[in-house]
């Protein structure tokens, strides 16, 4: 009986090899704590965008189109035209981090074309003299410019912009450190001293998917900002976890 409700609902059979194709495997998910924000997108209709986290981050979309199928990663996804669509989310103090507060974001995303140089599938402030965080994913390269009230940290992701594909970025603000670290794909990048770093709260500028001054052009699917800097081996299993999720929607 046990048996039959883990098959029915899980097909543990299917499974992910991150290569395009399903083998067999488990569907067990590695549960990572911390997370504060977690939107998957699998809403797939309507203008609102829900926080599956617990902690109401929820956000609101102009003109992005519910995409699913092949065109998501998981389930449902938002596509962004490059053009006038964007995604506001709501003011929280759970997006805020001080002097003191690691954290981590990842996000997916896949572009065949560029709006232009700094396309942000994601901004939460940054930009002396603003504080904050965000992805410049245009056809510059694809980088994270952490920021406080006085000057800009740039991390650096990939030189070449990747098209074509889903990828994975993960931005790991290490506090105890001092250190900002790129994961793309999963892979460890060249880390930056935050040594001396201010604050990066910006109470007065929402978290937005395709920042209204610098539009992107593509698919975002399953963003999550966690409250602690995640670990390589929380790396592995965000890995294996987003394999394992497709046991559920594909
Ligand atoms: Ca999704």
Same mark, same amino acid.
């Given at each position: ?108 995303? /896949?572009? %065949?074309?560029?709006? &232009? ?7 939460? #402030? =940054?930009?002396?003299? @603003? ?51 790129? /994961?793309? %794909?999963?892979?460890? &990048? ?7 770093? #201010? =604050?990066?709260?910006? @109470? ?47």
């Amino acid at each position: 009986m046990i048996f039959l409700l883990y098959a029915s609902t899980c097909h543990p059979q299917i499974k992910y090899q991150g290569d395009g194709k399903i083998g067999r495997g488990g569907c067990h998910q590695v549960a990572l704590t911390g997370q504060v924000m977690i939107v998957d997108f699998n809403d797939g209709s309507g203008s609102v965008v829900s926080d599956k986290s617990g902690y109401g981050n929820q956000g609101r979309l102009t003109g992005a189109t519910w995409v699913g199928g092949d065109s998501a990663a998981y389930g449902m996804a938002l596509y962004f035209d490059g053009v006038d669509d964007s995604v506001s989310m709501a003011l929280s103090d759970t997006l805020e981090f001080d002097t003191s507060a690691s954290f981590s974001v990842s996000i997916m995303t /896949y572009v %065949n074309t560029f709006a &232009g140089s700094w396309d942000m599938p994601l901004e939460k #402030g =940054s930009g002396y003299p @603003a504080s904050g965080w965000d992805y410049e994913w245009g056809a510059t390269s694809q980088t994270s410019v952490i920021s406080d009230k006085f000057s800009d940290t740039t991390v650096t992701f990939v030189s070449q912009p990747v098209l074509g594909q889903w990828v994975s970025g993960v931005l790991v603000i290490n506090r105890t450190t001092q250190l900002a670290i790129p /994961y793309f %794909n999963y892979v460890q &990048g060249t880390a930056r001293s935050i040594r001396g770093l #201010g =604050s990066m709260v910006n @109470a007065t500028r929402p978290l937005a998917f395709s920042l209204p001054s610098y539009h992107y052009k593509g698919v975002l699917d399953d963003v999550r900002v966690y409250a602690r800097a995640l670990t390589p081996l929380d790396m592995d299993n965000e890995r294996m976890n987003r394999k394992r999720h497709l046991c559920y929607t594909k």
